[in-house]
C-alpha cells in the first residue's frame, strides 16, 4: 500500500517532490533515513481465510476499495500535520499534496508532494519595506531574524533577505528560505510517517472486510439474488 519514499530536490528556485509509495510487502514498520517500510505480512496472513470464502472479482474491487479509503484518511492526516509542521496554509499543502489512487489494475496508493522552496517572507505577518529585524513563522515557530530586512524589488515582489559578504557591507543580498512542503513531508521524525506507519497494519484489516460485504451486498443487488 504506502510506504518507502522518493526524493528529487534541486535547488531553492527548482520544484521539489517527494512521495511515500508501495515497497514489496515483506504488521511491523521501520523507519530510518527517511523511508518507511511497512509488514503486512502477518496482517494479510489473519485475512487469508476470510478472502478465500469470496469470488475473485469481489476481493478485487474490496481491495482497492479498501485502500482508497485508508488512503484518503491517511492523506488528509498527512495534510494536516504538514500544514502544523511547516505553518504554511493549508490550501498551499493540498495544492502541493496530493494522491495517486489505487484501482483494478494498480492496488497501491501512493501520496505525492511537489513544491518549490517557501520563503521566510511567506510566513510574515507584514512586510512593511525597510525594516529590520522583521519577524516571520516558518516551521509554525514565531522567529526575529536579526542582520535581515524587508525589501520590495523592482518586480513588486517584496521579501525578507540579508546582506552577504565580509562584514555584510557588500551590495549584494540573498533571500531566506523557509521549509519545503515534500522534503517535510518524508523527514524522519514528521507526524505523518507515524500516521502511515501505525494505521495501515491495524486498519487495513478492518476496512477491507468492511469493503467485503460491501462487494457482497453490491454483487447480490446486481445479480437480482
Do not use: C
Request: hydrophobic content about 35%; overall charge positive.
Amino acid at each position: 500500500m504506502m510506504a518507502g519514499t522518493q526524493t528529487n530536490y534541486t535547488g531553492p528556485t527548482k520544484i521539489y517532490r517527494a512521495s511515500q509509495g508501495p515497497m514489496p510487502a515483506s504488521a511491523y514498520t521501520q523507519s530510518h533515513g527517511g523511508v518507511i517500510y511497512v509488514d503486512l505480512t502477518d496482517a494479510m496472513k489473519r485475512l487469508t481465510v476470510a478472502f478465500n470464502v469470496y469470488g475473485d472479482e469481489v476481493k478485487h474491487r474490496a481491495l482497492y476499495n479498501a485502500i482508497n479509503k485508508l488512503g484518503d484518511k491517511l492523506l488528509t492526516a498527512v495534510r494536516r500535520d504538514l500544514v502544523q509542521t511547516t505553518g504554511a496554509k493549508y490550501g498551499r499543502v493540498m495544492k502541493a499534496v496530493h494522491a495517486d489512487r489505487a484501482h483494478p489494475n494498480r492496488l497501491f496508493y501512493r501520496i505525492v508532494a511537489s513544491d518549490k522552496a517557501m520563503k521566510v517572507s511567506d510566513f510574515a505577518r507584514s512586510l512593511t519595506p525597510g525594516k529590520k529585524n522583521p519577524s516571520a513563522k516558518p516551521w509554525n515557530r514565531s522567529q526575529r531574524f536579526k542582520g535581515a530586512f524587508v525589501i520590495r524589488f523592482k518586480n513588486g515582489a517584496t521579501e525578507i533577505v540579508k546582506r552577504i559578504g565580509k562584514h555584510n557591507k557588500s551590495g549584494k543580498i540573498r533571500t531566506l528560505w523557509g521549509p519545503i512542503i515534500p522534503k517535510e513531508m518524508i523527514r524522519p521524525g514528521n507526524p505523518s510517517t507515524y500516521h502511515i506507519a501505525s494505521a495501515i497494519p491495524t486498519q487495513l484489516g478492518p476496512v477491507l472486510m468492511h469493503e467485503l460485504e460491501q462487494a457482497v451486498i453490491r454483487a447480490k443487488a446486481a445479480s437480482g439474488t
